[in-house]
């Protein structure tokens, strides 16, 4: 009692040093704000600006350039402050969770070391009242029970004996929990933190980070790092903390800006960004790889994302066709079709690439034969989009002698007769700017300045096509490549390509082979800004994608998160996963934190390979199998979902196999439950209530109570993984609904693992 009194006691001094230092940051911030508020009112009063002489203009320019480096150094510094607020505010509601103390070797006494998500000197800077989660003493906590510990610094190893390990819970800057943890690492507080209920945004979980993912969290000195962990270890939290720490250990060369996630869907995206601010940090880029797809290709194409590839291969009813496509998944997936590309590239070096015609007003005027010689003219040393640029060069100094000629053509009299008044107005600015003449005194000048104007006008959008390198035949060049292919299929890879891009659509698995080879040909697209890229749920993309990937961010480290039991994807069913390819320190998580123990015990004898998976152990009911007719489905799910929302669930998702059943669920639902939701691919965010989802985009998230709509839809052998993901997002309930016919996981699943009830 007298701990919790003592805590407190310290507690409550941490605030007023909190306050202290919040009223002085706001008598910064304030004077700063002035200042730039001031900076910006007297912007110009403190600029010269004269243009008289190029020398004036220089001064001008270096003037302007002072005063705009003054301002933006204020803003920043108005920031920082500001964001330091925002830290001391988050601190005072919470200043730290844990405690330990630390006997260092060769020392007197131990070290009280309490940590939080942010440090705290105290009033004369010297001592800390808090250290930082990520600072390298605070690695004790996560890693040591009492006894012996030892962590890195950057000057070497430091030994000692923990002597108290002690957790806090602290709301508003009461101490509400306080545990002393003995071997069983922090398993009182995981407990009560893994108790509460699913949110609609993800949380931080500094206060409770296991060895396992502290060790993920901490790595350093790996360019890879790939993650294998079961569902509900912790990957997307350990990879969010982990972003936090680097921000905090390279602070002065890496910054938000310079990491990016990848993320399944753009419903995960919003689940997860709220972790960094939480933590202090600001956002890193987040993205799907979809997103940089379009970016990239949406202008030409109409891409196919991975969902609609999905519901094709869920729903499809022609089995020759859905074999033909799966073929074309597998094959188009893999690294053998890129080293095909390969091998095309190779023989592009010296001959088959297409151009295209460059025509002006309905006439070639360059044939795309005389484009192909010239190219293949120049060296065949030099590389192909070195090639290419000096192609482009080429074209547009033969573009600009068409051009001149072009303006003695009939034409262009004709067009200058016609000129509208606007038009007239314009060149006669235009004239004045450039000759400083007054007036078109002289009819031939003028006729001369207003040829020249209107031929150019014209020329324009071919100059930018070629700028933009539009004068390669890209799709040609991409349909040619299956006549080089040597996969004894190809003709039906080609059949399949072919009729799609004729049409102007890329399939899913096209999308990357095909921006793959448009980069090797145009050059290179690559981000040299980024440094560090988070791949969550990487055994989603293909390795394939995984290559282009690395292509694309050559200066970056990666994290790459994953979950072989949750491929759903049929590319990543190909012998070839991505795991094989990203070579790096390999990490496995096998503890599941989501899910009562019940369900995992359930769960993991879905799928081969389970029994390796640990539950943590909090307790709940086991999942529940109810079978029954179609015609009592909805009836019985209404009265279970009222159940689950009377004992405290607050999220609550209907998880259907695909998009369609999931909107002929939500239409059953509508009329009794009139807040219900369906969730699409289009969906940014969610709230707290109930949900009807398709399995694929439940993905990386999780609920209170996940009911199944009917397992009986899951038969084939490739649906078991999809089957097993929408599974594991429950945390605390389990309901499964089936017809009859029931379902082959299930019945190969440990008869004692869940209830079952037949209607
Ligand atoms: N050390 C921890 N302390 C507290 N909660 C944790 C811890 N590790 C994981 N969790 C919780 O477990 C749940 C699952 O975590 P997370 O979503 O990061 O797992 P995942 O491995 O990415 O799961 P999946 O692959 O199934 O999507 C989350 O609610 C997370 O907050």
């Known amino acids: 009692m007298s701990d919790i009194r ?4 310290r507690v409550n001094e941490i605030i007023e040093e909190i306050d202290r230092k919040t009223a002085n940051y706001i008598g910064k911030t304030k004077s700063v704000g002035s200042q730039v508020q001031q900076i910006k009112q007297e912007f110009w009063d403190d600029v010269t600006v004269n243009l008289d002489e190029p020398d004036d203009v220089i ?3 270096t003037s ?10 204020r803003e920043r510094s108005k920031g920082l402050i500001d964001k330091q607020l925002n830290t001391l505010a988050k601190l005072k509601n919470s200043p730290y969770f844990g405690r330990i103390d630390f006997h260092e070797k060769g020392e007197n006494q131990s070290d009280k070391i309490y940590i939080g998500i942010a440090s705290l000197m105290d009033s004369d800077d010297e001592n800390f ?17 009492p006894g012996h510990a030892q962590y890195e610094t950057p000057y070497g190893e430091i030994k000692g004996d923990i002597t108290l390990k002690r957790q806090f819970i602290i709301k508003n800057g009461l101490i509400n929990g306080l545990f002393d943890t003995g071997l069983t690492i922090g398993d009182q507080l995981l407990q ?3 108790g509460n209920q699913a949110n609609s945004q993800m949380k931080s979980i500094v206060a409770t980070i296991q060895k396992e993912q502290n060790a993920i969290i901490r790595n350093t000195k790996d360019k890879i790092v790939v993650v294998q962990g079961v569902a509900g270890s912790g990957k997307t939290s350990a990879a969010l903390q982990r972003a936090a720490f680097l921000l905090y250990r390279f602070r002065n060369t890496l910054h938000s800006d310079n990491i990016i996630l990848f993320s399944p869907n753009p419903l995960f995206n919003s689940y997860v960004a709220t972790v960094l601010p939480e933590l202090g940090e600001d956002n890193m880029e987040q993205t799907t790889f979809q997103q940089y797809l379009n970016s990239r290709l949406a202008s030409i194409f109409i891409i196919e994302d991975p969902f609609d590839q999905m519901e094709y291969l869920l729903t499809a009813e022609d089995q020759e066709k859905l074999a033909i496509r799966k073929k074309n ?12 590309i390969d091998n095309y590239l190779g023989y592009l070096l010296n001959d088959g690439l297409v151009f295209t015609d460059i025509v002006f007003r309905g006439e070639t005027i360059i044939n795309k034969e005389s484009i192909k010689s010239y190219f293949y003219s120049l060296e065949s040393t030099i590389p192909i989009p070195n090639r290419m640029q000096l192609l482009q060069e080429w074209l547009l100094i033969e573009i600009r002698k068409r051009e001149k000629n072009e303006r003695r053509k009939p034409w262009v009299e004709n067009a200058i007769e016609f000129l509208d008044k606007d038009d007239y107005l314009e060149a006669y600015k235009d004239m004045q700017k450039r000759n400083n003449e007054d007036s078109f005194d002289d009819y031939e000048i003028e006729k001369k300045f207003l040829s020249k104007m209107i031929v150019s006008k014209k020329f324009k959008p071919i100059k930018s096509k070629i700028k933009k390198m539009k004068f390669i035949d890209m799709k040609m060049i991409f349909i040619q490549l299956f006549s080089h292919i040597k996969n004894k299929d190809y003709e039906l890879l080609a059949d399949y390509t072919v009729k799609n891009i004729q049409q102007n659509h890329l399939s899913y698995e096209d999308a990357t082979p095909y921006l793959y080879l448009q980069d090797q040909i145009e050059g290179k697209r690559s981000n040299t800004s980024i440094r560090h890229i988070f791949v969550d749920e990487a055994q989603d993309y293909s390795p394939f994608q995984f290559a282009f990937m690395q292509e694309l961010y050559p200066y970056s480290k990666w994290t790459l998160l994953g979950d072989l039991n949750q491929s759903i994807y049929f590319h990543s069913f190909s012998k070839s996963t991505l795991y094989e390819v990203a070579v790096g320190e390999t990490y496995r998580l096998m503890r599941s934190y989501r899910s009562t123990k019940e369900i995992v015990e359930f769960t993991k004898s879905l799928i081969a390979d389970g029994e390796d998976i640990q539950p943590f152990n909090r307790k709940g009911e086991k999942p529940l199998l109810i079978q029954c007719s179609s015609n009592v489905f909805y009836q019985e799910m209404l009265n279970k979902i009222d159940e689950c929302k009377k004992a405290g ?10 998009a369609s059943e999931s909107e002929q669920v939500y239409k059953q639902l509508m009329p ?21 989802i398709p399995s694929y985009l439940a993905k990386g998230i999780e609920f209170d109570a996940v009911f199944i709509h009917n397992a009986a839809e899951y038969q084939l052998e490739y649906e078991r993984k999809l089957f097993y993901t929408a599974c594991t997002r429950a945390m605390h309930t389990l309901i499964l609904f089936s017809t009859e016919d029931g379902n082959p996981f299930i019945k190969e699943a440990d008869e004692a693992s869940y209830r079952k009830i037949l209607r």
């Open 192 to 194: 009560e933190v893994l």
């Open 6 to 9: 003592n805590e407190q006691q």
């Open 129 to 145: 009242l808090i250290y930082d989660w990520r600072a390298p003493i605070s690695s004790l906590y996560y890693d040591y029970s």
């Open 649 to 658: 669930d607050e999220t609550i998702a209907v998880i259907c196999k695909n």
């Open 59 to 61: 001064e001008t320019f």
């Open 672 to 692: 009794d439950l009139h807040n219900v939701k369906l969730i699409d691919k289009h969906t940014l965010s969610y709230e707290k209530g109930v949900l009807v």
């Open 329 to 340: 998944i597998q094959y188009k997936s893999s690294l053998a079709y890129k080293k095909e």
């Open 64 to 73: 302007i350039k002072q005063q705009a480096e003054l301002l933006s150094e």
